[in-house]
């Protein structure tokens, strides 16, 4: 079990040591795929902030966000409660969902990320900021 998100990043890349459930902070089993990558620094582009930032490996894209002086809103930070979530412009890789907000079919849809607990795997993905 981890004690927040980061630690999760660091300490369960693995696919049979990642945790599944809420109540851990790793609110979702990743993909078959996913899971076999592990956790690897990517870039995230925010048109409307004009900024682009750098999520490293032992990060969740919020602190990475956070770092960059967004200002975000959250709550739990363990996929759970969904205020986190920003819309998806465009990505490339796979994107690892792994909250417990979204329904399956919107995780499928690849239309919203919960930044406390999903990322991208492969290089990089732009992410809309209208209500920041
Ligand atoms: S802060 Fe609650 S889902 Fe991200």
Same mark, same amino acid.
């Given at each position: 079990?981890?004690?927040?998100?980061?630690?999760?990043?660091?300490?369960?890349?693995?696919?049979?040591?990642?945790?599944?459930?809420?109540?851990?902070?790793?609110?979702?089993?990743?993909?078959?795929?996913?899971?076999?990558?592990?956790?690897?620094?990517?870039? +995230? &582009?925010? !048109?409307? =902030?004009?900024? @682009?930032?750098?999520?490293?490996?032992?990060?969740?894209?919020?602190? /990475?966000? %956070?770092?960059?002086?967004?200002?975000?809103?959250?709550?739990?930070?363990?996929?759970?409660?969904?205020? +986190? &979530?920003? !819309?998806? =412009?465009?990505? @490339?890789?796979?994107?690892?969902?792994?909250?417990?907000?979204?329904? /399956?079919? %919107?995780?499928?849809?690849?239309?919203?990320?919960?930044?406390?607990?999903?990322?991208?795997?492969?290089?990089?993905?732009?992410?809309?900021?209208?209500?920041?």
């Amino acid at each position: 079990m981890c004690a927040d998100r980061s630690e999760c990043w660091r300490t369960q890349s693995e696919p049979g040591a990642r945790a599944d459930g809420p109540s851990t902070g790793c609110a979702s089993k990743p993909s078959a795929t996913a899971a076999a990558v592990r956790p690897s620094p990517s870039r +995230c &582009a925010f !048109p409307r =902030l004009g900024k @682009e930032i750098s999520v490293g490996a032992n990060q969740t894209l919020l602190e /990475a966000l %956070e770092a960059a002086s967004v200002d975000m809103i959250f709550d739990c930070r363990r996929g759970e409660c969904g205020l +986190c &979530a920003l !819309p998806i =412009l465009s990505f @490339e890789g796979e994107l690892d969902h792994r909250d417990v907000f979204f329904s /399956a079919a %919107e995780k499928a849809g690849n239309t919203k990320l919960c930044t406390c607990v999903s990322r991208v795997y492969g290089a990089s993905i732009t992410l809309d900021t209208a209500d920041r």
